[in-house]
């Protein structure tokens, strides 16, 4: 699904040179649900924002779906995108003044879908998540767990075949931390979508099928 082939990343100032990334070979399957750990600094972002397609690598081929990006436009990239991949963030990254609804059909306004067919995709998604009865609220009237959640359904709602997901479970406490990753562990088993997650948490990898670890930019395992 997605595949990796000597995956560098250098980040340059005028005055510093950073390697985030050194050599990375990785393939994730079909279906999988992917870890990466690490400590802080040791190049996890950049590997997920590489994989997502947010970020280009100094070196190295990405494949995705047995597509090779590197001779994408910024058009056809957006566009693959946007099909492919869903998107989750430590941070949720809603957008405040626009209903939990609203939120949801977001990436379906770059499809030529009809509103009603909008609504009607992200009003599923949102069951799917467990939120239905939250359709007309906004963003800071959530928990941090509901946000997450609402998150979780505008990632879905285009139906992609990848999840990329940075500390998902990051600001929550256990309890909605396990909440989030029962909806993630049902979106990969039930759906059979590919998931790639980020966190700090073990307990979190463990439930897992996979689990990569960096170091200082490596793979170590
Ligand atoms: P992690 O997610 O594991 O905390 P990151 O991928 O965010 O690590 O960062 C990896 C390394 O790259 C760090 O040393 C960080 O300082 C550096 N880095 C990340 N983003 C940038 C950037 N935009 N410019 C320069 N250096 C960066
Ligand atoms: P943090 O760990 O600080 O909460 P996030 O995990 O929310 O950060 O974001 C990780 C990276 O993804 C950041 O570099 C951010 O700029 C980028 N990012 C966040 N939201 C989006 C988005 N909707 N589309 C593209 N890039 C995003």
Same mark, same amino acid.
């Given at each position: 699904m997605i595949k990796l082939k000597n995956i560098e990343k250098v980040y340059r100032t005028s005055t510093i040179e950073t390697l985030a990334l050194n050599e990375i070979n990785l393939e994730v399957g079909k279906g999988e649900f992917l870890s990466i750990m690490g400590p802080s600094g040791c190049g996890k972002s950049t590997?997920? +924002?590489? *994989?997502?397609?947010?970020?280009?690598?100094? !070196?190295?081929?990405? &494949? =995705?779906?047995?597509?090779t990006i590197s001779g994408f436009s910024d058009k056809k990239l957006a566009h693959f995108r946007n099909q492919k991949l869903g998107f989750i963030f430590q941070s949720y990254h809603l957008i405040n003044d626009l209903p939990v609804l609203d939120n949801v059909e977001l990436p379906l306004l770059y499809r030529s879908s009809s509103a009603s067919e909008r609504t009607q995709l992200a009003t599923e998604a949102l069951q799917k998540v467990g939120l239905s009865n939250r359709m007309k609220h906004y963003p800071t009237q959530l928990?941090?767990?509901? !946000?997450?959640? =609402? /998150?979780? /359904?505008? /990632?879905i709602v285009g139906r992609p075949e990848i999840?990329? /997901? %940075?500390?998902? &479970?990051? +600001?929550? %406490?256990?309890? *909605?931390? +396990?909440?989030? *990753?029962?909806?993630?562990? +049902?979106?990969? !088993?039930?759906?059979? &979508?590919?998931? =790639?997650?980020?966190?700090?948490?073990?307990?979190?990898? !463990?439930k897992t099928n996979r689990l990569v670890r960096l170091f200082d930019g490596t793979q170590v395992m």
């Open positions: 590997l997920l +924002n590489i *994989m997502g397609l947010l970020d280009e690598p100094s !070196k190295g081929e990405i &494949t =995705v779906d047995n597509e928990s941090g767990g509901q !946000k997450q959640r =609402v /998150a979780i /359904a505008r /990632a999840i990329l /997901a %940075d500390e998902p &479970t990051g +600001n929550l %406490d256990s309890a *909605m931390g +396990n909440e989030i *990753m029962d909806i993630l562990i +049902n979106l990969n !088993k039930n759906d059979g &979508t590919t998931i =790639v997650m980020v966190t700090h948490d073990e307990n979190m990898a !463990k």
